[in-house]
């Protein structure tokens, strides 16, 4: 099992190009998480999906849209980015079970 | 305020000391916790989940409190190995489905 996976690991963008991020799990979990995560600050909760067929905003959901394609994968798009968007990304999946994290994408906007 | 809140670090003690961080969290319909481990640039990992009764994983011990609405972690005999950050994370909503972490508290083990 590949467990939960993302792509890319690493991207530089410009500010205003747009892009996706992408994230698959094959454990047939129920719920997927996208966190950001920022010196200092700990994951913060940008979007998540309880379901397939459902998303619902975290603590941190402004500059995001989110699609969850099907059960197993949750997309995480920055339509217009911004330096402020300049992180590290962490997609993760549970379903009655504590997290499983993929290996984080490291995002830089210039 | 943010939803949890952890002792704010770093930690800085000798190899075999015991070590205890706090974690508090403000919605008290909260009903799944859990302590993580990251190293560093890593993703985090389960260390362990937190039950109401409190439990042991070896060195490790956690337990909640959930009149005062803090879960804590004990580490015992500390280990080199042990340095990392340690992430606390509780359920944020109703149906146990948004999980909100803690900044995370830095513990540095020196031999």
């Known amino acids: 099992n590949a467990g939960v996976t993302q792509t890319p690991k690493f991207q530089v963008l410009k500010t205003g190009q747009s892009m996706t991020l992408q994230c698959a799990q094959d454990?047939?979990?129920?719920?997927m998480y996208w966190y950001r995560q920022d010196p200092g600050m700990g994951l913060r909760l940008i979007y998540y999906?309880?379901?397939?067929?459902?998303?619902d905003k975290g603590e941190v959901p402004n500059g995001y849209n989110v699609s969850r394609l099907n059960k197993r994968e949750f997309s995480l798009r920055l339509e217009s980015a911004a330096p402020s968007q300049t992180s590290v990304y962490f997609c993760?999946?549970?379903?009655?079970?504590?997290?499983?994290f993929g290996n984080g994408t490291r995002l830089t906007v210039t | 305020r943010k939803e949890v809140e952890q002792d704010p670090g770093p930690f800085n003690v000798p190899e075999g000391a015991t070590v205890a961080f706090n974690c508090t969290y403000s919605?008290?319909?909260?009903?799944?916790f859990f302590w993580y481990r990251q190293d560093c640039r890593k993703e985090p990992k389960l260390l362990m989940s937190?039950?109401?009764s409190g439990n042991e994983d070896g060195r490790f011990t956690a337990q909640l409190n959930r009149a005062s609405q803090y879960i804590s972690l004990l580490i015992r005999d500390s280990k080199l190995s042990d340095s990392a950050t340690y992430l606390c994370?509780?359920?944020?909503?109703?149906?146990?489905?948004?999980?909100?972490f803690g900044k995370g508290t830095t513990l540095s083990v020196s031999s």
């Open positions: 993760a999946s549970r379903k009655d079970s504590p997290l499983h």
């Open positions: 454990m047939n979990h129920n719920s």
């Open positions: 999906s309880a379901s397939e067929g459902t998303t």
């Open positions: 919605n008290s319909a909260s009903q799944s």
């Open positions: 937190v039950y109401s």
């Open positions: 994370v509780v359920t944020f909503n109703q149906a146990g489905t948004a999980l909100i």
